[in-house]
């Protein structure tokens, strides 16, 4: 693993879970480059028992 990827890796995204309207870290984030060139992290809602995903264009 090269450091960038590793940094990627532990990096931690915050974002707002629609379900259960709450602002907080993103559970197995993953990073989507999209079409556009920009980069998304989408993963899902780190509160107990909220299955809600998240969304995030990080840049
Ligand atoms: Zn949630």
Redesign the pocket.
């Known amino acids: 693993m090269s450091l960038l990827e590793r940094s990627v890796a532990m990096a931690e995204y915050e974002g707002f ?1 629609l ?2 309207k ?1 602002y907080g870290p993103v559970r197995d984030g993953k990073l989507i480059k999209m079409s556009n060139g920009r980069t998304r992290v989408a993963g899902h ?1 780190s ?1 107990e028992g ?1 299955t ?1 995903k998240i969304s995030k264009i990080i840049g």
């Open positions: 879970c379900k259960c709450t809602c509160a909220c809600g």
